[in-house]
């Protein structure tokens, strides 16, 4: 009997064993142009660099920053500089030892304009970065910081692996990186895929056995695939994919809100200077019949999701009614011929213009335009590539109208979006109140103050209708049933994926 | 000799050109990939001199003409243009080479053979070729796919190691791939068609008659004469085969040089869509002087 | 027969798209979120998309969408074409070897690279999409045009009717061009119309090229469908069957123009 045992026993430890032992295999839409943080550009690069490097400080399971890379820190009582001492027993995974020189190598090759770093603006609120010791440094900052430690997440690079920090984009580290992270770098072919495997030096357990990033350009195709079990993980389901994949046993959906939200923006160089026409626009958009058909999520009445602190609930919806948005149209001089609102003989008709690389922004301009028609607005809406965007929204501001979403950090600073003087400020929005509360919110550092002052900012914002407020979408994210202990980050999805393990 | 030559220069004035025509257009272009990132306006100046933009258009057609294409802006960006094409344009060669000889042997065979064993089937092959390829890949994917997951679900058969079609490399994906390629968007049918009137052009000529008469038989002279027919029937094609190519690469997600200039394309990586463009026209040139020379030099042999 | 069997198709596929062309824009966008995903039904012959947009309204105006396009490109590849294959055969010489050159170039670039090249540097729009597509299939016309022309100005008929006086002007325009190379135009048409709205109906289900929604086209029409029912939604093969209908129909009328000397 005992001959028959032991190796059955050990033969199902073995199985169990490659059982565990199993990568896990997502998908994205194009393959990472370059694993170099210094020059990301899409999120697809920050997902594999999320595996690969650890920053200073990570995210917690409750979205507060925590320590990573960091054993200990102090913030100067006038929040101008703070001291930090790193984690020792780090090593790189080529087997050196993380310095402080590392992190004040990184910040100044960042910062350095010849390396035009895509993530300068990460580290501009950091004037300077000195070693104290070999795992000790210090930073000295730009103004008072309420909270540096949500700033400093940024991916740490290993000093030795370059010359200097002027860094050039085709720079060898671009397709074979290092960094200190819980996963390293086995290949990264040519056809797009890469192989992670797992890093056995980590200063914490890491439980899954590396990760295959594979290229797949259809969103459909990679649905499909996670039924047929070639894939354990979509990073981003489309919302037509969401009732299939919820109906296979072997996959679960893991919803996730980004801190990010919709809108309709308006120029207000044109008609939409008048403050009674962008109420009767607002007025017209049923958000709630937008929102249905691209899946679920929260609809916001201005500038902050309603999970953030600055939100103001006590701000009320704008009610869809047609009809006086028809009494505001028609006390604009528009007559309506039965099927169009017209004016000087010409019909109302609005330019709205659209990213082509939003997955659903095709769904929601269908749906726009369907409800506008119906009271006799004409919609004529262009896809337009992130180049011409910037051309004609951002530059000539050639629009009318622009269906798009702002995405935030922990910081929500909408400054430079509803400022008078912000730099993102496109729809050419301003109001004296508004920039008054948004001035105060930046330069104080009381945290109560600044969530007052973001509060009345959202009330004053919401009163003004700058912009139709949409919705915050669910984002799903589908993993396989084989997958353990799969908790995913709404911005950087990996962060915990050392946690994970795949059966 | 001097055919060949004369072949030769053709071409590689053609490229030159077809080079210095898509680098004009591409300098009109609105816009250039310094715009697409986040930070565009405080590196443009320098990225300009790092990517050489700020070079005269003359210089910058010089040296593609010269082999010189820079790096990837976006879509790799900083890796040299020629590692970034290498390895998709040797795959793009495979299926091309493998789908131009499909498509070209059975054109040939159903222009040839009368047996009325192959009328049935040559029938369904031309009805089938007018099927747009994306239709056909996509059709014949779908179809693969559900048909194993239906049959693995019924436990007729365990998974098998291409499923599920087009994911990973496979004696099946290329097969599938060659043929989408040699018959899909009439591309068979079109062949056929060239073919089939070539033969039947040769075999009204006297000298078939005469051979016919003697009781010679058939291959003992058809087979020779088509390979001249065939010649224009691959330098005609060529072109539309690279094409097709781009097109069944998309959607049977190969990897290949079609989807690089595709992703180029669009992700405005102008030196790698300049640099695969170049090379397509130097294919296309290149072959047709091959093909035409051969042809001549047939010719010249049968007058003779 | 079948001759005007494939007349009579694209005559009714050019009446489907005049149709197409007199309904209001509005037809094809109107939405009705309470009717989304419809089946067949009388109300909606061939049922109603996920914005409970009519699918068979849709299908006529994307029709018109893609046809008029697709005249458009024909027209472009048509005139230069003929202007440019008739200099070449009919003048010889410089003109034609220079002519001829360009024309060497341009088709020396695969079609689908060229459109695709064209669409994503100045915008993709169905303006765009015609003129790409007419000048990629210029070289064709220009170079079946030139044959023939040069072969009918060494004709008989063409060397006796200069002997007796006919101008140079009618020998050109209507002997040789106009009875000469009209069925040889035609049918290079016929090839490109087809073409053409096969190209669109590829960028859109690969790409999202061509014509974007929610402006109907055939293409739109597929890609929205994909991977999705593919098998049984008349949503997708209807607008296939069209779609491959229309080339079927057009290859008939061209096989049936083919004149000896064009192989």
Known sequence: MPRLTLPFVFGALALAASAIASPLRYAEDGAPGTINPLFTTNMTEARVQELLFDGLFTDSRSLVATPELVQSYQIAEDRQSMTIDLRSGVTWHDGQALSADDVVFTINAMKDPTTASTEAARVSFITTAEATGPRSLRLTFAGPELSPEDKLSFKILPKHRFS???????????????????????????????????????????????????????????????????????????????????????????????????????????VWADPDMRSALTMMINVDELLRPIGTGDTVTGPFVRSSPFYNHDVRKVAHDPDTARTLIATKGYTFDGTHWVKDGQPLTFRLLVQDDQEVGQDVVIAIQGQLQRYGVTLEPEFIDEAAWKSRVWQSRDFDLVLSQWTFDRNEDIHEQFHSQGSRNFTGYASETTDALLDQARTTVDPQAKRSLLQQAHGSISADQPMVFLWTLNSYAAVSTRVQNAEVHPFYFFTWAQDWSVE | MLAALKHGAVAALTVVVAVAGMQVLLALAPGDPIDLLPNAEAVRATLEAQWGLDVPLWERIGRTLIGDFGQSLSLRPGAPVREVIAQPLLKTASWWLAGSALLTGLAAVGAVVQRRSIRVPRAVLMVVSIVPTFLLAHLIVNGANEGVVAATDAGLISRPSWFPLPLDASTLRFVVAVGILAIGSASLLDAYTELSTQVHALRSRPFAIAAHSRGEPERSWLWRHLAIAVCELLAGRAPALLGGLVIVEKVLLLGGAGTVLWDAAVGRDYPVALALTAVFALWVAGLRAVLYTLRDHWRRGQTA | ???????????????????????????????????????????????????????????????????????????????????????????????????????????????????????????????????????????????????????????????????????????????????????????????????????????????GLGIREPTPSIGNLLAMQWGRGAWSDPRFWVPAAVLLFIVAATRALAHQLVEPADV
């Open chain 1, 164 to 270: 200097g920090t002027a860094i050039q984009r085709n720079d060898a580290f671009r397709t074979n990186p290092i960094g200190t992270g819980p996963f390293k770098l086995a290949s990264f072919s040519a056809d797009g895929s890469i192989v992670l495997e797992r890093n056995v030096e980590y200063f914490a357990e890491v439980d899954l056995n590396g990760a295959t990033l594979r290229e797949v350009a259809d969103k459909s195709y990679q649905a499909k695939l996670l039924v047929y079990q070639s894939l354990e993980a979509l990073v981003r389901v489309v919302p037509r994919d969401l009732a299939t994949l919820e109906a296979d046993r072997g996959i679960e959906l893991y919803p996730y809100q980004t801190n990010s939200w919709w809108y309709i923006g308006m120029n207000h160089q044109g």
């Open chain 3, 1 to 207: 027969m079948k001759r005007r069997a494939a007349i009579a198709s694209l005559v009714v596929v050019l009446l489907v798209a005049l149709i197409g062309t007199l309904m209001p824009d509005m037809a094809a966008t109107e939405t009705r979120p309470d009717q989304a995903n419809l089946g067949m039904s009388w109300a909606f012959w061939l049922g109603t998309d996920r914005h409970g947009r009519a699918i068979a309204t849709r299908l006529v105006i994307g029709l018109s969408n893609g046809v008029w396009p697709a005249v458009g490109a024909c027209t472009v590849a048509g005139v230069l074409g003929l202007v440019a294959g008739t200099a070449r055969g009919w003048l010889g010489g410089l003109t034609n070897t220079v002519l001829g050159f360009l024309t060497t170039v341009l088709a020396t670039m695969p079609r689908y690279v060229l459109v695709l090249v064209v669409l994503t540097i100045w915008g993709d729009s169905a303006l765009w999409l015609a003129l790409a597509a007419g000048l990629a299939w210029t070289p064709s016309v220009t170079e079946a045009v030139s044959a023939r022309v040069e072969r009918l100005r060494h004709s008989e008929t063409i060397l006796a009717s200069r002997l007796h006086g006919v101008p140079t002007w009618r020998l050109l325009l209507v002997h040789t061009v106009w009875f000469g190379c009209r069925k040889t135009v035609t049918r290079q048409l016929l090839g490109l119309f087809s073409a053409f709205l096969v190209l669109e109906a590829s960028l859109a289900y690969i790409g």
